[in-house]
């Protein structure tokens, strides 16, 4: 056995030095050549509330954002791709690959919440873990703030950031001001707002340093721009598109901040990094809460506004550059793609609803989107379904909404605003939708119809 390894390192030490000839032969630091022999790595940059209008390659008319659109120049811009329609069912979707009512986890957890995401979910950082992935999320995380919640309880070999929102100041009738935490730690309470996009970015770039040398998934969702919105001096006053503009421009910052790092480190060539939003903007917010335009509503609702946002991907020399691709595909579907890149196994024991979408991302010739159909839940009650170019707004009264929304049938392709209402020419196709949406109820579950999923997963409970 001894002579087995010392050969067997000496192989490896010949392998190295032959990988490290050919890389400085071709011009390559030793460290990135050996970056491209291992699984990629993996940075998924999350916004808190970002319009799919507010970002300068989407149609920003005021807000600069320089860094994505260059992102979105050297790799793919996705034009129809979906969120949940509030935070934390956004935020679970992407952790487990699930829709949230799947997973006990639909509606916004605060700080008086005693649930959160199970201990039995398998969390893509878990996932990527096996593989032996370093795995790090900074910034909000709002799938429960107990210990037994948090980031390192799920996969996550460190955390920086906020539990959950920034406006949740409250537990019950008592001031609670937001913590800042690092692990399992409360750091700082009141958590400094101003800075907060600043340090994340800092904390993001120790952690692409500190784990040069292995594959690391690194998970960024910030906590702006959610209200109230904050920015350093440095950044106020300087965007056309006033405060909300600021804070923008400071996440676009951001970003080059980390894409500089990459490139720097000799990463760049081995990292996908992926950057969307959680859902629609807060319209009620006013001049803070941005804008979804030319989509139809805003956060909360499960209309395009609510629910289709900004979303970039780039990976030099295995994404296209310059491509936009106008496929369905969501924020579960990251889960999938990231374990199928990494080599990594999929839980086979649950239903995973993501796939898939590197054949979309790589620019594969007839690609297309792997959902036949995508369901638009807003808490437990299932209000939307689309397919194809097609979208069925289901009866359903809104939350905290008298009314009641009638059925509609709108086409995407030529009606992006959700304006003309066409089920009534079309009969067949509205009953093909109202099939579909049967069987995720079935499925999923829905409060509008009483009916309980035979598939779902309770949540963690304290």
Known sequence: MKHYCESESRRRFLAASAASSAALML?????EAEARRRPPNFIVILTDDQGYQDVGCYGAPLIRTPRLDRMAAEGMKLTSFYAAPVC?????????????????????????????ISDRETTIAEVLKERGYATGCIGKWHLGYQPKFLPTRHGFDSYFGLPYSNDMNRKGNEAFPVPLMRNEKVIERPAVQETLTERYTEEAIRFVRRNRTRPFFLYLPHTFPHVPLHVSERFRGKSKGGLYGDVIECLDWSTGQILDALKEEGLDDNTLVIFTSDNGPWLVKGNDGGSALPLRAGKGTTYEGGVRVPCIARWPG????????????ANFDIYPTLAKLAGATVPEDRIIDGRDIWPLLSGQPGAK????????????????????????????QPQGSKETTPLALYDLETDIGETRDLSAGYPKLVQRL???????????????????????RPPGKV
Request: charged share 20%.
């Open 27 to 31: 011009g390559m630091k030793p460290a």
């Open 88 to 116: 934390t069912p956004s935020r679970a979707r992407i952790v487990t690959g699930c829709y949230p009512p799947r997973v006990g986890l639909p509606n916004v957890l605060n700080a008086n919440s005693d649930t959160g």
């Open 318 to 329: 295995r994404i296209p550059a310059g491509t936009v691709c106008p496929e369905m595909a």
């Open 369 to 396: 989107s792997p959902h036949e159909a995508l369901f638009y839940y807003r808490g437990n009650a299932l209000q939307a379904v689309r397919s194809g170019r097609w979208k069925l707004i289901l009866e359903h």
């Open 434 to 456: 109202q099939q579909m949406a049967e069987k995720c109820r079935d499925d999923i579950g829905d409060s509008v119809t009483g009916r309980t999923g035979r598939n779902c």
